[in-house]
Protein backbone atom coordinates (compact mmCIF):
# COMPACT_ATOMS: atom_id res chain seq x y z
CA UNK A 1 0.00 0.00 0.00
CA UNK A 2 2.52 2.40 0.58
CA UNK A 3 4.54 1.64 -2.45
CA UNK A 4 0.91 2.36 -4.21
CA UNK A 5 0.81 5.94 -2.37
CA UNK A 6 4.44 6.42 -3.40
CA UNK A 7 3.94 5.53 -7.08
CA UNK A 8 0.91 7.58 -6.92
CA UNK A 9 2.48 10.58 -5.64
CA UNK A 10 5.37 10.11 -8.29
CA UNK A 11 2.76 10.31 -10.78
CA UNK A 12 1.13 13.28 -9.47
CA UNK A 13 4.08 15.29 -9.05
CA UNK A 14 5.14 13.52 -13.06
CA UNK A 15 2.32 15.51 -13.93
CA UNK A 16 2.35 18.49 -12.24
CA UNK A 17 6.18 18.60 -13.38
CA UNK A 18 4.57 17.53 -17.06
CA UNK A 19 2.25 20.92 -16.66
CA UNK A 20 4.35 23.25 -15.30
CA UNK A 21 6.77 22.53 -18.41
CA UNK A 22 4.50 22.83 -21.07
CA UNK A 23 3.55 26.17 -19.15
CA UNK A 24 7.23 27.77 -19.40
CA UNK A 25 7.35 25.99 -23.06
CA UNK A 26 4.35 28.07 -23.95
CA UNK A 27 5.75 31.40 -22.10
CA UNK A 28 8.99 30.95 -23.79
CA UNK A 29 7.54 30.86 -27.16
CA UNK A 30 5.63 33.95 -26.88
CA UNK A 31 8.42 35.56 -25.28
CA UNK A 32 10.33 34.92 -28.40
CA UNK A 33 7.68 35.87 -30.72
CA UNK A 34 7.36 39.19 -28.88
CA UNK A 35 11.14 39.58 -29.37
CA UNK A 36 11.27 38.80 -32.93
CA UNK A 37 8.56 41.11 -33.62
CA UNK A 38 10.02 44.10 -32.13
CA UNK A 39 13.20 43.08 -33.90
CA UNK A 40 11.03 43.37 -36.93
CA UNK A 41 9.44 46.72 -35.82
CA UNK A 42 12.74 48.12 -35.05
CA UNK A 43 14.50 47.70 -38.26
CA UNK A 44 11.37 48.89 -40.26
CA UNK A 45 11.25 51.96 -37.87
CA UNK A 46 15.15 52.58 -38.59
CA UNK A 47 14.25 51.83 -42.63
CA UNK A 48 11.72 54.51 -42.21
CA UNK A 49 13.92 56.87 -40.22
CA UNK A 50 16.91 56.71 -43.32
CA UNK A 51 14.65 57.51 -45.83
CA UNK A 52 12.94 60.90 -44.02
CA UNK A 53 16.73 61.64 -43.23
CA UNK A 54 17.05 61.17 -46.91
CA UNK A 55 14.11 63.12 -47.89
CA UNK A 56 15.34 66.00 -45.71
CA UNK A 57 18.39 66.24 -46.94
CA UNK A 58 17.38 65.48 -50.54
CA UNK A 59 14.92 68.54 -50.07
CA UNK A 60 17.63 70.89 -48.79
CA UNK A 61 19.32 70.47 -52.10
CA UNK A 62 16.74 70.49 -54.59
CA UNK A 63 17.13 74.24 -54.26
CA UNK A 64 20.68 74.13 -55.51
CA UNK A 65 19.64 72.00 -58.19
CA UNK A 66 17.39 74.85 -59.24
CA UNK A 67 20.41 77.53 -59.23
CA UNK A 68 22.49 75.47 -61.39
CA UNK A 69 19.97 74.88 -64.43
CA UNK A 70 19.03 78.21 -64.33
CA UNK A 71 22.87 79.03 -64.41
CA UNK A 72 23.12 76.61 -67.01
CA UNK A 73 20.22 77.81 -68.93
CA UNK A 74 21.90 81.78 -69.43
CA UNK A 75 25.63 79.86 -69.59
CA UNK A 76 25.00 77.03 -71.62
CA UNK A 77 28.29 75.55 -70.19
CA UNK A 78 29.30 71.80 -70.67
CA UNK A 79 31.00 71.42 -67.82
CA UNK A 80 27.56 72.74 -66.02
CA UNK A 81 25.78 70.47 -68.10
CA UNK A 82 27.98 67.79 -66.60
CA UNK A 83 27.30 68.38 -62.95
CA UNK A 84 23.86 68.89 -63.13
CA UNK A 85 24.13 65.32 -65.19
CA UNK A 86 25.81 63.68 -62.13
CA UNK A 87 23.34 65.50 -59.77
CA UNK A 88 20.22 64.52 -61.23
CA UNK A 89 21.70 60.55 -61.45
CA UNK A 90 22.56 60.53 -57.54
CA UNK A 91 19.07 62.02 -57.30
CA UNK A 92 17.73 59.65 -59.33
CA UNK A 93 19.77 56.28 -57.85
CA UNK A 94 18.33 57.72 -54.03
CA UNK A 95 14.67 57.26 -55.91
CA UNK A 96 13.99 60.67 -56.22
CA UNK A 97 11.70 61.78 -59.48
CA UNK A 98 10.87 64.79 -61.23
CA UNK A 99 6.98 65.17 -61.04
CA UNK A 100 5.13 65.58 -64.33
CA UNK A 101 3.77 69.20 -64.87
CA UNK A 102 4.07 70.92 -67.92
CA UNK A 103 0.90 70.45 -70.13
CA UNK A 104 -0.27 68.10 -67.68
CA UNK A 105 -3.78 68.52 -65.90
CA UNK A 106 -3.61 70.32 -62.40
CA UNK A 107 -3.56 67.83 -59.43
CA UNK A 108 -3.62 69.76 -56.10
CA UNK A 109 -1.44 66.95 -54.71
CA UNK A 110 1.45 66.81 -57.04
CA UNK A 111 1.34 70.63 -58.16
CA UNK A 112 0.95 74.09 -56.28
CA UNK A 113 -0.78 76.79 -58.27
CA UNK A 114 1.15 79.83 -57.63
CA UNK A 115 -0.77 81.92 -60.81
CA UNK A 116 -3.64 81.62 -63.00
CA UNK A 117 -3.88 82.59 -66.23
CA UNK A 118 -6.66 82.69 -69.21
CA UNK A 119 -7.11 80.33 -71.73
CA UNK A 120 -8.93 77.14 -73.44
CA UNK A 121 -8.16 74.10 -71.65
CA UNK A 122 -9.10 74.31 -67.81
CA UNK A 123 -7.12 73.61 -65.18
CA UNK A 124 -4.07 72.66 -67.49
CA UNK A 125 -0.74 73.28 -66.55
CA UNK A 126 0.66 76.38 -68.54
CA UNK A 127 4.28 76.75 -67.34
CA UNK A 128 6.01 75.33 -64.42
CA UNK A 129 7.99 77.83 -62.36
CA UNK A 130 9.86 75.16 -60.16
CA UNK A 131 9.96 71.95 -60.79
CA UNK A 132 8.77 69.45 -58.22
CA UNK A 133 9.91 66.08 -56.97
CA UNK A 134 8.73 62.81 -55.08
CA UNK A 135 10.30 59.94 -53.76
CA UNK A 136 8.31 56.81 -53.56
CA UNK A 137 5.29 58.51 -54.40
CA UNK A 138 5.22 60.67 -51.73
CA UNK A 139 5.45 64.30 -52.48
CA UNK A 140 9.04 66.47 -51.02
CA UNK A 141 8.26 69.85 -53.45
CA UNK A 142 5.45 70.19 -55.11
CA UNK A 143 5.59 71.85 -58.63
CA UNK A 144 4.95 75.34 -58.17
CA UNK A 145 3.27 76.38 -61.61
CA UNK A 146 0.67 78.66 -63.65
CA UNK A 147 -2.66 77.03 -64.28
CA UNK A 148 -5.41 77.96 -67.26
CA UNK A 149 -8.55 78.77 -66.43
CA UNK A 150 -11.10 78.85 -68.94
CA UNK A 151 -12.75 82.15 -69.58
CA UNK A 152 -16.33 82.51 -69.17
CA UNK A 153 -18.18 83.72 -72.59
CA UNK A 154 -20.14 86.46 -70.20
CA UNK A 155 -17.48 89.07 -69.36
CA UNK A 156 -19.78 91.73 -68.07
CA UNK A 157 -22.40 89.36 -66.13
CA UNK A 158 -21.08 90.36 -62.63
CA UNK A 159 -21.63 94.15 -63.93
CA UNK A 160 -25.45 92.96 -65.19
CA UNK A 161 -26.03 91.41 -61.86
CA UNK A 162 -25.03 94.78 -59.87
CA UNK A 163 -27.05 96.77 -61.94
CA UNK A 164 -29.77 94.91 -61.21
CA UNK A 165 -29.35 94.32 -57.82
CA UNK A 166 -31.16 97.48 -55.41
CA UNK A 167 -30.72 98.76 -52.41
CA UNK A 168 -33.64 100.12 -50.39
CA UNK A 169 -35.85 99.93 -53.76
CA UNK A 170 -33.65 102.25 -55.66
CA UNK A 171 -31.96 100.33 -58.79
CA UNK A 172 -28.10 100.57 -58.04
Do not use: C, W
Not at 65 to 70: A, M
Not at 86 to 115: C, K, M, N, W, Y
Not at 118 to 145: E, F, H, S
Amino acid sequence: MAKLKIKSRVAADNQKSETKSQELEESLKRALADYHNLEKRVEEERKLLSRLSASLLIEKLLPVLDNLEQAQSHLNDEGLAIVIKQFRDILTAEGVEEIPAQGSQFDPHLHEAVETQAGDNDNVVAKVLTKGYKIDNTVIRPAKVVVVKKLDNQPNQIFDQVENDTIGGENV
